[in-house]
């Protein structure tokens, strides 16, 4: 009697048929091991951006559109006019502000009657930026100047309680030109 070649039993047939012999392999010499690579430096993701808190912030965005010719990128307004939030950039670089929010713990220097920080700001021209900022309102708290660290620079407050000290690079000095520079008042490590 003749065996049934099922299906199961034809596809072996076939594939052992096709199946070549295993050849040895060749022997390597063994791969050096590749130098270690250096750790890479993360990229660099963080930002800081200032968020200021204004008394009348629909005011404050004007000043600064006309003062430091800051450009509106967003605004987000509650129905009673009041800004909740809006983004602005100066010469490229961002700022955030909006009115005070007392349930929120949000109040202006205006309110609390100063402010412990001063916003730092690198203009190309320091010294038209400064003009322009008075002109508008702004007040020069400290002469613009020539620094023992290359700047050009001075501080301005504005009609809403923030300093800013505004700068423009004149030269890059070294850790040490900076120390004479200071005359021996400062360390510069």
């Known amino acids: 009697m003749a065996k049934k070649t099922t299906r199961k039993n034809a596809a072996k047939k ?33 930002t800081i951006t200032a968020y200021l808190c204004c008394k009348g912030a629909v005011g404050a965005l004007d000043f600064y559109k006309q ?3 800051a450009l509106e990128t967003m605004r987000v307004q509650g ?52 003009k322009r900022a008075v002109a508008a309102g702004a007040t020069l708290a400290r002469a613009i100047q020539d620094e023992p660290y290359g700047d050009r620079a001075g501080t301005l407050r504005d009609p809403f309680g923030h300093r800013w000290m505004v700068a423009t690079t004149k030269r890059e000095v070294s850790k040490e030109e900076m120390e004479r520079n200071f005359g021996g008042a400062y360390k510069v490590t």
């Open 79 to 130: 129905p009673d006019g009041s800004i909740g939030h809006a983004q602005i950039t100066i010469e490229g670089a961002p700022l955030m502000l909006s009115d005070e929010w007392p349930d929120g713990g949000v109040f202006s220097p205006q309110t609390l009657g100063g402010s412990a920080v001063t916003v730092h700001l690198r203009v190309r021209d320091v010294d038209a930026f400064a």
């Open 14 to 46: 076939t594939t052992a048929k096709k199946r070549a012999p295993a050849k040895k392999a060749a022997k390597r010499p063994a791969a050096k091991p590749k130098p270690r690579a250096a750790a890479a430096a993360p990229a660099a993701s963080a």
């Open 67 to 69: 003062a430091f010719g």
